[in-house]
């Protein structure tokens, strides 16, 4: 009977196997195409929110998250790993940003962002301290087969490297005016190429113990680069607009301007000190014949001292009532006494306009740039709705205007 009752239970547990195995293909569920946050429109929009607050290793790495499990389209992707890039030149990660743009190359060689791309790679290129690899990279994305120009004569050359004329007279195009005219003359620039190379040879060394690579160097150099476009935008502006004043504008400055070109009065004066005031009959007498070696000053209207004998601001006012070939009573200044002979005495006088044509030139021209700097700025903040939060608290903000 036992053996009855184990058959009949070995037997029902083999029907439900059976019926388990039959059903298991409806059972097991098949992976669904994955359809998450990450494949979403909605990843991009969260990428491009966190970039447009500013946070953009947050955005690259949502962007890395999207180009991982996306699928979509060669032309798509690459127009976002041009932007991944991008984001990455930003940081001064260029390593990073080297690795999107050749992908993107890859992906869509024929791209419309490709002009902008390839100067973003040379540019990235150089900040690693791979200059040789930037100038081949230039040659082959711009020269498309052109002859390269005459190297010109070698003045240097540094281990392998030649150092020509031609490689001189660019450096020199950056140096101020005024000094180009003085590398005209062979012992300046001789100084200037040893200076040059001298330079060279350091940068080198720098970038053999890594320096150029460092994160900070590269957010310097970044600094740098935007104020020296900044510059270039802002010269180009203002010259075009400092080109278009007339000598008429000059003049009309010159007539609202008037007391600022003014010659002020002015006396010469030689002069005696003494120690007693029972002295000041002799000390006259000898300053009248100039004898007793008498020290001679020049002084002008509203200076408070005078050479040779310190502050005298009240002394200074009375001598210019005095006329020429008039002289002083005894006048105490600390522990001295002075007798003053006014040699010569030139009053106040206006200044015509030719005599200070190019000083009112300099002065116009000053005021205007200032001007046209402002007005830039504020219509380039007004461009991008500018907003700067003077407290820090955004509740109680200030749109710049």
């Not at 050749?102 to 024929?110: D, G, H, Q, V």
């Amino acid at each position: 009977m036992r053996q009855v009752f184990f058959s009949i239970i070995i037997v029902l547990m083999l029907a439900v196997l059976m019926f388990l195995v039959a059903n298991l293909p409806t059972r097991i569920v098949k992976p669904k195409e994955q359809s998450s946050f990450l494949t979403s429109p909605s990843q991009i929009d969260y990428a491009n929110k966190l970039l447009s607050k500013g946070l953009k290793s947050e955005a690259a790495e949502a962007f890395e998250e999207y180009l991982a499990v996306g699928k979509i389209q060669p032309q798509e992707e690459a127009q976002f790993l041009y932007k991944l890039g991008s984001i990455y030149m930003e940081l001064y990660k260029y390593e990073k940003a080297l690795k999107s743009f050749y992908k993107a190359e890859m992906l869509n060689p024929k791209a419309e962002f490709a002009g902008e791309m390839n100067q973003k790679i040379i540019e990235a290129l150089e900040n690693l301290g791979m200059s040789s690899q930037a100038r081949y990279e230039l040659e082959a994305r711009t020269s498309l087969g052109k002859e390269k120009e005459a190297k010109g004569k070698v003045v240097a050359r540094i281990g392998k490297r030649e150092i020509t004329d031609t490689e001189i007279d660019e450096a020199i195009k950056n140096v101020p005016q005024w000094m180009k005219k003085s590398l005209e003359e062979p012992e300046r620039r001789l100084e200037f190429i040893r200076n040059y190379v001298g330079q060279e040879v350091l940068y080198t060394k720098a970038k053999r113990l890594g320096l150029d690579t460092k994160e900070e160097t590269r957010s310097t150099l970044e600094q740098l680069k935007k104020q020296i476009v900044v510059e270039q935008f802002l010269g180009k502006e203002i010259q075009e607009k400092l080109d278009k004043i007339s000598p008429e504008d000059i003049k009309l400055y010159y007539e609202a301007n008037k007391d600022t070109y003014v010659e002020p009065a002015q006396i010469k004066v030689s002069y005696l000190s003494f120690e007693n005031e029972s002295q000041k009959d002799e000390m006259i007498q000898k300053l009248k014949k100039q004898e007793g070696r008498p020290q001679e000053a020049s002084i002008t209207e509203g200076d408070s001292s005078i050479a040779g004998i310190g502050e005298a601001k009240d002394v200074i006012s009375s001598l210019f009532l005095k006329e020429k070939g008039q002289i002083s009573d005894p006048l105490k200044i600390k522990d001295k006494f002075y007798v003053f002979s006014i040699v010569d005495k030139r009053q106040k006088r206006q200044k015509s306009f030719e005599e200070v044509k190019s000083e009112v030139e300099y002065a116009y021209k000053m005021k205007k740039q200032q001007e046209i700097s402002q007005d830039l700025l504020k219509k380039a903040l007004e461009e991008q709705e500018v907003e700067i939060f003077e407290t820090g608290n955004k509740n109680e903000t200030k749109k710049d205007n």
